[in-house]
């Protein structure tokens, strides 16, 4: 078993940083890629970030300049740096993790709970 918790969620006001952490742990081979998902009331779940093992970021054009992504391998743990929010980032924040549990078996994506954002002023 996997397990995904995201930590750092809360309320700030307009132009506020925040930072996510995301930590995964279990029987873990290896994590490939780590990333975040968001999705705001009555809307789908949309894509913003994603760090691979090697370093390698991904983000969406809605974030891109203002969330930063990092991680630290060696205790499967993901950080989402966010700046400058506003309002249209109020969501809950989604974390996931994609690897393997033994090498011999298939990649797993295992999510976390998520974690509310909310920017309000």
């Known amino acids: 078993q996997v397990q995904v918790v995201e930590s750092g969620g809360g309320l700030v006001q307009p132009g506020d940083s925040l930072r996510l952490s995301c930590t995964a742990s279990?029987?873990?081979?290896?994590?490939?890629?780590m990333g975040w998902y968001r999705q705001a009331p009555g809307k789908q779940r949309d894509f913003v970030a994603e760090?691979?093992?090697?370093?390698?970021?991904n983000f969406a054009g809605s974030v891109k300049g203002r969330f930063t992504a990092s991680r630290d391998n060696a205790k499967n743990v993901t950080y989402l740096d966010m700046k400058d929010l506003q309002p249209e980032d109020t969501a809950i924040y989604y974390c996931?993790?994609?690897?393997?549990?033994?090498?011999?078996?298939?990649?797993?994506?295992?999510w976390g709970q998520g974690t509310q954002v909310t920017v309000s002023s």
């Open positions: 996931y993790a994609s690897g393997k549990q033994r090498p011999e078996e298939p990649f797993f994506r295992q």
């Open positions: 279990g029987t873990i081979f290896s994590i490939y890629a």
């Open positions: 760090i691979t093992a090697i370093g390698s970021r």
